[in-house]
């Protein structure tokens, strides 16, 4: 059974830091690129990362680049988003995906004054 399980979300003070994690089970976790996503209330859905199979490469959009890191064990079958300078408009539903195989519930990362 193909399973996600993000954890490491919570409540942050503004510019600080939190790393997420993602557990992938059921599947040949290294075969496969993997996104990050967020989702804020009343607002569209987001890519905040992507990492290649190998973990060589990753991209960001300009709303996170220079804060956000996407790595990857794929010993371990998990993915990382290490997150600094945290600001308001990260609050959001955080996500990991892989379009091929689903995605998980997500983990609410909020960021507080």
């Known amino acids: 059974q193909v399973q996600f399980l993000e954890s490491g979300g919570g409540l942050v003070q503004y510019g600080g830091s939190l790393g997420l994690s993602c557990v992938a089970l059921?599947?040949?976790?290294?075969?496969?690129?993997l996104n990050w996503y967020r989702q804020a209330p009343g607002k569209e859905r987001e890519l905040v990362a992507t990492?290649?199979?190998?973990?060589?490469?990753?991209v960001y959009p300009a709303s996170v680049h220079g804060r956000f890191t996407v790595f990857r064990d794929n010993v371990k079958n998990t993915a990382y988003l290490q997150m600094r300078n945290l600001k308001f408009e990260d609050t959001a539903v955080y996500y990991c995906?892989?379009?091929?195989?689903?995605r998980g519930q997500g983990t609410q990362v909020t960021v507080s004054s």
């Open positions: 995906d892989i379009p091929q195989m689903g």
């Open positions: 059921g599947f040949t976790f290294s075969d496969y690129a």
């Open positions: 990492i290649t199979r190998a973990g060589d490469n990753s």
